[in-house]
């Protein structure tokens, strides 16, 4: 099994920044992809950005989201199993449930999620 640590989340003013840490422990296969996904009260949970072992990223391509891309930064510390969302430049839209999700050939894990609020 894989668990994940979900850190960083918070109250923030707009235009300020935030770091997000999701931590993956257990039985880790070396070839996974970790990521960030959210979720805003009344819509559907979204991908934000993902990153593979191999180091590759994949931001949220979507006609109606925000530019999360030159906004936000995924990376990952493979000698950790850690992944991080630099976020900076929040809006109030970012507002939501921020989810850590692990995913292998074989399991998909998501984490408990942690709130990011940005206020006016």
């Known amino acids: 099994q894989v668990q994940l640590v979900e850190s960083g989340g918070g109250l923030v003013q707009a235009g300020g920044s935030l770091r997000l840490t999701c931590a993956a422990s257990?039985?880790?296969?070396?070839?996974?992809?970790m990521g960030w996904y959210r979720q805003a009260p009344g819509k559907e949970r979204e991908l934000v950005a993902t990153?593979?072992?191999?180091?590759?990223?994949?931001?949220?391509?979507?006609d109606y989201a925000d530019s999360v891309k030159g906004r936000f930064t995924i990376s990952r510390d493979n000698a950790n199993n850690t992944v991080y969302l630099q976020m900076n430049s929040l809006k109030p839209e970012d507002t939501a449930v921020y989810y850590c999700n692990f995913r292998s050939r074989v399991l998909e894990v998501w984490g408990q999620g942690t709130l990011v609020t940005v206020s006016s």
């Open positions: 257990g039985q880790i296969f070396s070839i996974n992809s």
């Open positions: 990153i593979t072992s191999g180091g590759a990223t994949n931001y949220v391509n979507s």
